[in-house]
């Protein structure tokens, strides 16, 4: 009965592991565009934004795909290498940081895709 256990708690352990590792938001922001994974620009309304983005303090807080970020101070922690780019052309998604975390969330869901 115990091996029985551990044999199917086990992997519901690994996938409960993996599904949190891989929305996580812990971004680093990178000083080149090529060595990032998605280019972001910040615009100066929230009406305009794909997504609205709440920095918080504590790498724990950034826990899912909803706009809560961490920003590493190395490249290796970060699940998403971002360069802030110059022009909004240029750019993948477009943001904008609120001062709330339940402002926090995406507006156009269809570039979710770029932070899994």
């Given at each position: 009965?115990?091996?029985?256990?551990?044999?199917?708690?086990?992997?519901?352990?690994?996938?409960?592991?993996?599904?949190?590792?891989?929305?996580?938001?812990?971004?680093?922001?990178?000083?080149?565009?090529?060595?990032?994974?998605?280019?972001?620009?910040?615009?100066?309304?929230?009406?305009?934004?794909?997504?609205?983005?709440?920095?918080?303090?504590?790498?724990?807080?950034?826990?899912?795909?909803?706009?809560?970020?961490?920003?590493?101070?190395?490249?290796?922690?970060?699940?998403?290498?971002?360069?802030?780019?110059?022009?909004?052309?240029?750019?993948?998604?477009?943001?904008?940081f609120v001062d709330s975390r339940y402002d926090?969330?995406?507006?156009?869901?269809?570039?979710?895709?770029?932070?899994?």
């Open positions: 009965m115990k091996i029985f256990l551990k044999i199917t708690l086990l992997p519901a352990f690994f996938i409960t592991a993996f599904s949190l590792q891989a929305f996580s938001q812990k971004v680093y922001s990178c000083n080149s565009r090529y060595d990032a994974d998605v280019k972001v620009f910040v615009v100066d309304s929230r009406y305009d934004a794909d997504l609205l983005v709440y920095k918080v303090d504590s790498r724990y807080d950034a826990d899912k795909n909803e706009g809560r970020w961490f920003f590493t101070d190395s490249r290796y922690d970060a699940d998403k290498k971002i360069y802030f780019s110059d022009s909004r052309y240029d750019a993948d998604v477009l943001i904008f926090a969330g995406w507006r156009n869901k269809e570039k979710i895709h770029l932070f899994y």
